[in-house]
């Protein structure tokens, strides 16, 4: 099968002038050499496409391909996730992963925990801080959470987005504001230990794989997996198997949050515990990390014996199960969902 593969890379971004942060969620040069490599050999033939205007010169040429393979997370707005996805059902070319609705929902998280509070899945209560008048009107419990509304790879959290006092929530929430020019989503702090789910698959068909549980060691930044803890998680965390104990609780309703946003083919679920123990959901990453060693499915992987090259296989096998039920485009997964209930 010709497999094109749409990417942005962070190297090509940090020569044209963009920072570490900026770029943060972009891919390593390594990440798309050992996915070419794992598709390559399971036969496929690929082609390297690059970002959303690089697929977007390439169709205009003529060009096209049996599946996409896509893990392009865009630089700008609130849907640069469903960007490349936008342009391929345009042209009903398939591809790996989400659609470009549940990818635009999942990035704002805002708007995530609404869909999952009205769901009955577990999520803290959250209030957004859109212009910073509303910082008056947070009625939520100290400590607090604050982080930017639409971000990935734990951009714009850092040492002091757990705050104690309004003065704090101020400060970091005019920073947010700030910096990243969107909204800041303040929620409760939970004290509690962190873990990530790892799904494959697509709505009935999707199944966790494994409940990750990440350790910060003491040379790191507390309280969460920050920027910098993320940036540097060889040296700064420690990744070990969830007992069953708490897996079996995590994956339920890991797996419930996945069906529940119409996530497809493979991703994580983030969830953290309260002081009492009880398990809420962070976060939604229906286009996950790929890197072997650095992102955090990869790892989970690593730790249940799932080689790199089985991982991608079964994200391929996901996407085509799909193709052939129902065609290139085919429908939300979010509409087969609420079709089927």
Known sequence: MKIGMTFDLRETYLAEGYGEEETAEFD?????????????????????IGHARRLVDRLAAGDRWELVFNIAEGLYGLGREAQVPGILDAYQIPYTFSD???????????????????????????????????VDRVDLPYPLFVKPVAEGTSKGIDSKSRVTSPAELRNTCERILREFKQAALVEPFLAGREFTVGILGTGRDASAIGTLEVELLDSAEQYSCTYVNKEQCEELCRYALA??????????????????????????VDVRADEDGNLFVLEVNPLPGLHPSHSDLPILCTKVGMSHGSLIERIVASAQRRVRSCGAGGVSAIAEEAMAS
């Open 28 to 48: 390593r040069t390594e990440t798309i050499d050992e996915l070419d490599a794992a598709l390559t050999a399971l036969g496929h033939e690929t082609d390297r």
């Open 100 to 134: 470009p609705l549940t990818l635009s929902l999942t990035l704002h998280k805002g708007l995530t925990k609404r869909v999952l509070r009205d769901c009955g899945i577990p999520t803290t209560p959250f209030f957004e801080v859109s212009e910073l008048s509303d």
């Open 243 to 268: 007992p069953r104990s708490i897996s079996d609780e995590a994956e339920r309703i890991a797996l419930a949050a996945w069906r529940s946003l119409g996530c497809r083919d493979g991703g994580r």
